[in-house]
């Protein structure tokens, strides 16, 4: 079946420094991707939607600004998150979808620890 | 927008048994509803899903049902085993969001006893 793999799986950055983590469509093009937050114990919430070559739609409350989203090509989306504070550690995952957005497929999501 | 809520929040069952669990959702446009099953620290697994031109969906031990006008589903798992143990989500898609986004429910811990 269709993967989408998201690296890097764990990253522990410095306060105030920036992490970027990518996400690609291995053997479809994903039109289509979802980037999510997932804190301890709770559920996904998302945070922005992007399009291969437009500028990403974001949830309210996510700063654009803070989580810079990227979707330059149909098979690769990346998150960087600027000038990271302790608070921005959690799990962040990605998803992708075709086109017809039948089927929607799952990073393996990132690690994000901020020190 | 889309307002996902699920229950429980926790489920303990004797290995055997059977499970439950209920997700209503708000917006009556909303028309592909998955569930997921979430191990700590994975990506959430699509363990089945149901359209809402059906009522009802069956893969093994799992099953959900779709109730359109009362707007809620639920994932039925029979005779629940240790390794169904996990985290399990629904989700609702709205159908006017051509970009397929999905909504998830608050999550529920199911933890099957031997």
């Known amino acids: 079946g269709a993967v989408v793999s998201q690296h890097p799986s764990r990253v522990i950055c410095k306060s105030g420094t920036s992490v970027k983590i990518e996400c690609r469509s291995l053997?479809?093009?994903?039109?289509?991707m979802f980037w999510y937050r997932q804190f301890p114990k709770q559920s996904l919430m998302l945070m922005a939607t992007s399009n291969e070559g437009s500028k990403a739609t974001y949830e309210q409350g996510v700063e654009k600004d803070k989580f810079l989203i990227n979707h330059a090509s149909l098979t690769l989306s990346t998150l960087t998150v600027t000038s990271a504070h302790p608070e921005d550690s959690s799990f962040y995952i990605c998803?992708?979808?075709?086109?017809?957005?039948?089927?929607?497929?799952f990073g393996e999501g990132s690690w994000l620890t901020v020190v | 927008g889309e307002n996902v809520e699920q229950h429980p929040s926790t489920l303990s069952v004797q290995e055997g048994d059977s499970a439950v669990i209920k997700c209503t959702y708000s917006?009556?446009?909303?028309?592909?509803f998955p569930w997921y099953k979430q191990e700590l620290g994975k990506r959430p697994q699509l363990i089945i899903d149901i359209r809402s031109n059906v009522g009802e969906k069956k893969d093994q031990r799992i099953a959900v049902t779709l109730n359109k006008t009362a707007k809620h589903f639920s994932l039925h798992i029979t005779e629940t085993q240790p390794e169904d143990s996990a985290v399990y989500f629904c989700a609702a898609r709205t159908v006017a969001d051509s970009w397929g986004k999905l909504q998830f429910g608050a999550g529920t811990q199911v933890v099957v006893t031997p």
């Open positions: 917006d009556s446009a909303s028309n592909y």
């Open positions: 998803s992708g979808t075709d086109s017809k957005g039948n089927t929607i497929y």
């Open positions: 053997d479809f093009q994903a039109t289509t």
